[in-house]
Structure formats: structure tokens, C-alpha cells
């Protein structure tokens, strides 16, 4: 590992991972933390259902983008770490950690869009804090949400539930969150009609939970994108992945930006949507409902759970074999 702190210690690849394992679970092993999950289920004694917790902070450039901001960012974020756990999300608490000289339109400008989406999402702010650092300290605008929320009878997912046979589904297309950030940060001029699928997940998660028996694990490709997201499950389940590339969905400009940047769009982040693994018989039904929300339209069966030991496989359009690991590098830091 590096001597030092390096911008891909941030992107969630394989830096990322170094590092939660060589320093925080180092010292801060226990079996909650040990799951590595979105979020943790905490068990009280006597009582009904678990609570859950998730916490994320926030440091998106610029705060300000096609299809969101660092507010509506930092709402869904944690909104859909809790809901891809399984969970209920009911409260979330903000803290602001705000750069002198910020003007105060562009900051109430971030807080009605967080109040909106909370709206959205039906979740409540109930807690925060805030903090003003000297010119030059920050960039801005940094926010860390909270969130809490309670475990449902419908979900029981995990890692040990995975199965050869089961299949992976995506809801809908990848890399536009990361690719708009991208274009717009650095004035490139490219894809004028990006946009970011920042959005919170919660009700179709839901109601996917409460519907379609047989979902397995479900998680958001955030950082590190689709491909990143998928090995971290298949080492954690012990299993090998099989995606197709022609049945991932990538919307045109997407693909078409991507390739002038040399980027892979199963890298980029995504921040409206998630990887759900379920019983083969059951993905038809789960893409049908899912594409009755407009958050799913372009839902797809994009691959299949075999045998195996950590491994990911991509078929690409030509019929080669190329195996996927974790992000190395950081091509898009600062994307959530």
C-alpha cells in the first residue's frame, strides 16, 4: 500500500479496499463492521424489528450538475444505501462542513433541493451540524447524512443466500451519473445532453421486496461502478459472475462520450440504480415490475450466478471472455 493518501484511496476500487481492510477494520473489527454491507442491521435485545444504520459523506465537484446537486446527492445516497440493505428509511441527520466565501443562495439553493427529495424519498431530517472552514480549507460545500431506518419482514438478504442458477438484474442504464459529473467538471465540450440518474431507490426497492420472492442481494453501483460492485459480491458469496455486454443497457451518448474519454461505462458511478440477484424463476416477473416504474423502464436480466471463487467474467458483443476485477486507478474522482 501506498505511504501515502492518493485520490484512489477515494474511488472505491482497489485502493479502497486496501484500505478498509489494512487500517479501519484493522483497528475497528467487530461483527457488525465485518459485513462490509451499505448498511448494518443493529440487533437490541426484546425488541421487534432491527434498526438500521448507514452513514456517507459527500464531496461531489461540482456541487452543481445536469439531473442534481450535492443535496439531492447526499439525500439519495444514504436513502439508498439503507433501502438496497433491505430497509425502511424514516430519518436522516445532515452535517454541513461549509468553505468561507460560499455565497448563501448557492447554499439554499442545495438545502431546498435536499428538503425536496426527503420529501421524495419519505424520509425526515432530524439532526445536524454545521461547520465553517477558512478560504482555501475546502471546496465549497462538504455534507455527511445519517440515515436510520427500520429492518423488514420481507428482505433477508446476504451474501450466503446467493446461489449458482440465481440471475443478476440491473434496472437500468450505467455510467451517466459519473459521466455527466465528469464532462461538466472538466468543460469538455462532450455530451451536451448527459444526464445524472440520481434519484432515490426506496419505493421501487420496496415494493420489488414486497412483490418478487426470491431476491437474494441487492446492492447500488455506486463508486467503482457495476463491475467494481459485482466482485466485491462474488469474492464475499464465494461464486463466479457471468455478465453479458449485450444485454447490459448503455444509453447511446453514454457509450458514445465514454469511448472518447477511453472510459469504461461498468466503471463509471451510478446513483439511481441497483444490482438485485434473485432465483432464476423469478427474474421475468421482477423485470416486468420494475419496468412499470419509470425508475426501472430499462430493466434487464444482464447475467447469471455460477459455481465458482470470486471471479467475474464479461462475454462481450464479439463472443471473447474478459475477466473484470475491482477499479484500479481513479479516472472520475469526487463523483459522489
Keep these: 500500500m501506498s505511504d501515502i493518501i492518493i485520490l484512489s484511496h477515494g474511488d472505491g476500487g482497489i485502493l479502497t479496499h486496501n484500505l478498509v481492510n489494512d487500517i479501519f477494520l484493522k483497528y475497528f473489527k467487530n461483527p457488525y463492521l465485518i459485513q462490509l454491507t451499505d448498511s448494518v442491521f443493529l440487533n437490541f435485545p426484546g425488541e421487534g424489528k432491527g434498526i438500521v444504520v448507514s452513514t456517507d459523506s459527500f464531496v461531489v465537484s461540482p456541487i ?38 460560499l455565497l448563501l443562495s448557492e447554499l439554499e439553493e442545495v438545502v431546498v433541493s ?32 445519517t440515515g436510520i431506518g427500520t ?38 465540450g462532450l455530451g451536451e445532453g448527459l444526464q445524472s440518474d440520481c434519484a432515490p431507490l426506496n419505493g421501487i426497492i420496496q415494493k420489488a421486496l414486497k412483490e418478487i420472492k426470491g ?41 458514445s462520450t465514454a469511448e472518447m474519454l477511453g472510459l469504461d461505462p461498468l466503471y463509471l458511478a451510478n446513483e439511481g440504480k441497483f ?40 462475454k462481450t458483443f464479439f463472443g471473447g471472455t474478459k475477466y473484470l476485477h475491482y477499479l484500479a486507478g481513479t479516472p472520475l474522482p469526487r463523483i459522489c
Excluded at 467494481?228 to 462474488?234: D, F, H, P, Q
Excluded at 424463476?281 to 455460477?306: H, M, N, S, T, Y
Design 64 to 101: 452543481f450538475f445536469p439531473g442534481g446537486d450535492i443535496g439531492k446527492l447526499a439525500v439519495c445516497g444514504t436513502v439508498n444505501d439503507l433501502a438496497v440493505s433491505g430497509a425502511r428509511p424514516l430519518f436522516l441527520t445532515v452535517g454541513f462542513i461549509l468553505e468561507e466565501g
Design 114 to 145: 435536499m428538503a425536496r427529495t426527503a420529501e421524495e424519498a419519505g424520509v425526515v431530517i432530524v439532526a445536524g451540524d454545521t461547520k465553517v472552514v477558512e478560504k482555501g480549507h475546502g471546496d465549497k460545500i462538504f455534507i455527511n447524512t
Design 275 to 314: 444490482i438485485t440477484i434473485v432465483e432464476s424463476a423469478q427474474a421475468d416477473a421482477l423485470v416486468q415490475l420494475l419496468r412499470e416504474d419509470p425508475l426501472g423502464k430499462e430493466a434487464q436480466i444482464i447475467g447469471k450466478v455460477e459455481d465458482g471463487s470470486g471471479k467475474v467474467y464479461l
Design 151 to 188: 429492518s423488514e419482514e420481507e428482505a433477508v438478504l446476504g451474501y450466503e443466500a446467493v446461489k449458482p442458477g440465481d440471475k443478476i438484474v440491473i434496472n437500468g442504464t450505467l455510467g451517466d451519473h459519473g459521466l455527466t459529473v465528469l464532462t461538466r467538471r472538466q468543460e469538455l
Design 215 to 255: 431476491i437474494k442481494i441487492m446492492r447500488d453501483p455506486t463508486r467503482g461502478g457495476l463491475a467494481t460492485t459485482l466482485k466485491e459480491i462474488a469474492v464475499f458469496s464465494r461464486l463466479d459472475f457471468t455478465i453479458f455486454e449485450e444485454q447490459v443497457p448503455v444509453a447511446e451518448e453514454v457509450r
